[in-house]
């Protein structure tokens, strides 16, 4: 495989706007046609610490971030310090003129001449333009609509800065690193994983969020108050992450189709909630965007830490399903699928991200809204003859649901004399609190075989390749771009490789994976955790053992490179 992509650096203190830059260029470039993929690193402080903003481009379709960087855009001369050691042969390294650091692959440029002031960034985006062979003026349509177009005087003076810092790049023809040219065009969105989480929710026809700020999950919630009003659904920042799963569990209750977002911190104050969700046998969906523990531990890096706490958070035991997506695509539609499964099971349904993914930008279709199946969020049974039983026993376990003070649906509805009665306490079928032992078998047995309507619509493994390959690379999460494209050069070399990606992790299904597992004559997991958490659940739940993994912890997103080194050294 040969690599056509340009790996972009913007380095810099937190302050000083290169995330603004980062992603009015990202903007652009998908504009413009091209794929990327984005990888934000940032320290845990509001301003100083190094940050950078990395967006590797390609005219073709690419999946994963790159470790080698052909264009460092140093904002300050740490960035110089830290990084001119992962440059390529061909790389270049952009400069303000003032810079004490000379000599290599430097293009020292006058940027505070080019943009006075706040306006220094707008110039270095120009000469990132040129040197790209980016268009002006699509660069210049996206300055406009990101800042927006009511201020004429910023949009001009933006307009002048970014013109200079073109005009400056065109005099310097032999620094240019032009991207080939987009062989089809067609119209993309750039979007990061938690904004297609926000869609996904709302599309599935989220009507209350809660939350408490906590990176990496906090723009979730920023991008659904942004919408709120028009969508009509309320977002509450809580006191705590414990008062705002009690919040969304009590919403759902009442006929709200509810949602939470925390990260590994939040989420252990929350677990006494799951389990008052799986007791009462309330719908709520559950964002966890996993960054390194244990404790505050990395609070700004990724990792694969949490699958082993999701799934046994919360005392006793009660079914639940977790899903864990692999690209942008799927964070909108798992988010989607994770609201048709708490209605359908009547529990709590977790998506399992992370802070790459979260906050990494991609270039996707549009989603087609028109196509896409109703999710049946927010619906009741018809009222019952008689009293009725909150925990009716069923065949399947679920009951018939109604919403205290209706009949049937949440639109339209008429009052209800039936009383909805709710317990947390082990509870009869009319919902009222019992001691009756014979009773609380027939109970947990009720609540546990709703696992099977859940199993019934797991999301199956996702196969790329052979299933009869020399070498089997099986991974889960965000992990999948790097794990495809690792595979994608293994053949090269002579290896017969596939992939097996799980984008659903719990519950496993035995016979979905050992069709694939048993006839790889090796098979490989790669995850971002120091134990191979899903190796082990895999063991446990299929007796399959995978003996060798590649395991990343040291709050890095997983790479190719990182991969195909450590295959090297099994």
């Known amino acids: 495989m040969i690599d056509n992509s340009i790996n972009l650096v913007i380095g810099g203190e937190a302050g000083q706007g290169l995330v603004t830059l980062g992603q009015i260029l990202a903007k652009a470039l998908v504009r413009e046609g091209y794929s990327i993929v984005v990888t934000q690193s940032y320290q845990s402080r509001i301003r100083a610490g190094h940050n950078t903003y990395t967006i590797r481009v390609s005219h073709e379709e690419i999946c994963a971030p790159k470790e080698r960087i052909e264009v460092l855009v140093a904002l300050d001369e740490e960035t110089v310090l830290l990084h001119e050691k992962e440059l390529s042969p061909e790389g270049i390294i952009i400069v303000d003129e003032a810079s004490k650091i000379s000599g290599g692959s430097r293009l020292q440029v006058p940027l505070r001449k080019l943009g006075s002031g706040k306006f220094y960034n707008v110039a270095a985006l120009g000469v990132i333009g040129g040197l790209l062979g980016i268009e002006q003026e699509c660069i210049g349509r996206t300055l406009d609509d990101f800042f927006g177009r009511h201020d004429k005087t910023l949009i001009d003076n933006n307009r002048i800065a970014l013109a200079k810092g073109f005009e400056w790049m065109s005099a310097h023809p032999e620094a240019v690193r032009k991207l080939p040219p987009v062989r089809i065009s067609r119209p993309h969105l750039a979007m990061d994983g938690n904004e297609a989480i926000a869609l996904g929710a709302m599309s599935a026809g989220l009507k209350f969020f809660a939350f408490y700020p906590m990176t990496p999950a906090t723009s979730i919630a920023v991008n659904l108050a942004a919408c709120a009003e028009r969508m009509g659904l309320i977002v509450e920042q809580a006191e705590d992450e414990i008062a705002a799963i009690n919040m969304a569990i009590g919403a759902s209750f009442a006929g709200a189709p509810s949602m939470v977002a925390t990260s590994g911190g939040g989420f252990a104050l929350m677990t006494e909630a799951v389990s008052l969700a799986g007791m009462t046998e309330t719908p709520v969906v559950i964002v966890v965007s996993q960054r390194p523990g244990p404790?505050?531990?990395?609070?700004?890096?990724?990792?694969?830490?949490?699958?082993?706490?999701?799934?046994?958070?919360?005392?006793?035991?009660?079914?639940?399903?977790?899903?864990?997506?692999?690209?942008?695509?799927?964070?909108?539609?798992?988010?989607?699928?994770?609201?048709?499964?708490?209605?359908?099971?009547?529990?709590?349904?977790?998506?399992?991200?992370?802070?790459?993914?979260?906050?990494?930008?991609?270039?996707?279709?549009?989603?087609?809204?028109?196509?896409?199946?109703?999710?049946?969020?927010?619906?009741?049974?018809?009222?019952?003859?008689?009293?009725?039983?909150?925990?009716?026993?069923?065949?399947?376990?679920?009951?018939?649901?109604?919403?205290?003070?209706?009949?049937?649906?949440?639109?339209?509805?008429?009052?209800?004399?039936?009383?909805?009665?709710?317990?947390?306490?082990?509870?009869?079928?009319?919902?009222?609190?019992?001691?009756?032992?014979?009773?609380?078998?027939?109970?947990?047995?009720?609540?546990?075989?709703?696992?099977?309507?859940?199993?019934k619509q797991v999301v199956p493994p996702e196969l790329t390749g052979d299933d009869q390959a020399d070498l089997m690379l099986v991974?889960?999460?965000?992990?999948?771009?790097?794990?495809?494209?690792?595979?994608?050069?293994?053949?090269?070399?002579?290896?017969?490789?596939?992939?097996?990606?799980?984008?659903?992790?719990?519950?496993?299904?035995?016979?979905?994976?050992?069709?694939?597992?048993?006839?790889?004559?090796?098979?490989?997991?790669?995850?971002?955790?120091?134990?191979?958490?899903?190796?082990?659940?895999?063991?446990?739940?299929?007796?399959?053992?995978?003996?060798?993994?590649?395991?990343?912890?040291?709050?890095?997103?997983?790479?190719?490179?990182?991969?195909?080194?450590?295959?090297?050294?099994?």
């Open 295 to 455: 404790s505050t531990g990395l609070p700004t890096r990724t990792e694969q830490g949490d699958l082993e706490f999701v799934l046994h958070a919360g005392h006793g035991e009660f079914p639940r399903a977790i899903f864990a997506p692999g690209t942008v695509e799927d964070c909108f539609h798992l988010t989607r699928k994770a609201f048709e499964i708490a209605e359908d099971s009547h529990g709590p349904v977790f998506l399992l991200t992370d802070q790459f993914l979260a906050d990494s930008y991609r270039s996707v279709d549009p989603f087609k809204l028109e196509e896409l199946s109703q999710v049946n969020t927010c619906t009741a049974s018809v009222m019952p003859e008689g009293i009725y039983k909150t925990y009716a026993i069923t065949d399947s376990g679920v009951s018939p649901r109604l919403f205290p003070g209706i009949s049937s649906g949440c639109v339209h509805a008429r009052r209800s004399e039936q009383l909805v009665v709710a317990d947390s306490d082990e509870h009869s079928e009319d919902g009222h609190l019992t001691e009756d032992l014979a009773v609380r078998k027939i109970m947990v047995e009720k609540r546990l075989r709703k696992l099977e309507v859940i199993r």
């Open 475 to 570: 991974c889960w999460g965000s992990t999948k771009g790097a794990v495809l494209e690792a595979a994608s050069r293994l053949p090269a070399q002579g290896n017969n490789v596939a992939t097996l990606h799980l984008s659903q992790v719990w519950p496993l299904v035995p016979e979905l994976l050992l069709k694939h597992l048993e006839t790889a004559r090796r098979v490989v997991c790669v995850e971002s955790n120091a134990t191979g958490q899903l190796a082990r659940l895999i063991r446990r739940e299929t007796g399959f053992s995978i003996e060798r993994r590649i395991l990343r912890y040291d709050g890095l997103p997983i790479t190719p490179e990182f991969i195909l080194r450590e295959l090297e050294v099994s």
